[in-house]
Nanobody, 123 residues
Framework: QVQLVESGGGSVQAGGSLTLSCAAG????????MGWYRQAPGKQRELVAA???????NYADSVKGRFTISRDNAKSTVYLQMNSLKPEDTAVYYC?????????????????WGQGIRVTVSS
């Protein structure tokens, strides 16, 4: 069983900063890509940023230059540094990871999600 535990959300005024963390735990063989998604009220869940095990990153256009994704492979943790926050960044943020686990005699890859953490940016 694999768990993703998020932390660091909260409320902040526009222009402020927050850092989200997501730690993976459980019976993990290895972790491939990790990422952050968000879902605002009445909208679909969207990719915010993702990072491969090798450190390659990609970002949604709306957050480029403001958000930075990073990871600590030794701690199985991914971070999202969010600067210059805007009210439109208000959403529930979800951590996602492609995790390789032992499944009987094989190693298989499954996608796991965190429980979600709320970020509120006021104007």
């Amino acid at each position: 069983q694999v768990q993703l535990v998020e932390s660091g959300g909260g409320s902040v005024q526009a222009g402020g900063s927050l850092t989200l963390s997501c730690a993976a735990g459980g019976s993990i063989f290895s972790i491939d890509a990790m990422g952050w998604y968000r879902q605002a009220p009445g909208k679909q869940r969207e990719l915010v940023a993702a990072i491969t095990s090798g450190g390659s990153t990609n970002y949604a256009d709306s957050v480029k230059g403001r958000f930075t994704i990073s990871r600590d492979n030794a701690k199985s943790t991914v971070y999202l540094q969010m600067n210059s926050l805007k009210p439109e960044d208000t959403a529930v943020y979800y951590c996602n990871a492609d995790v390789r686990v032992f499944d009987l005699d094989y190693v298989k890859t499954y996608a796991y999600w965190g429980q979600g953490i709320r970020v509120t940016v006021s104007s």
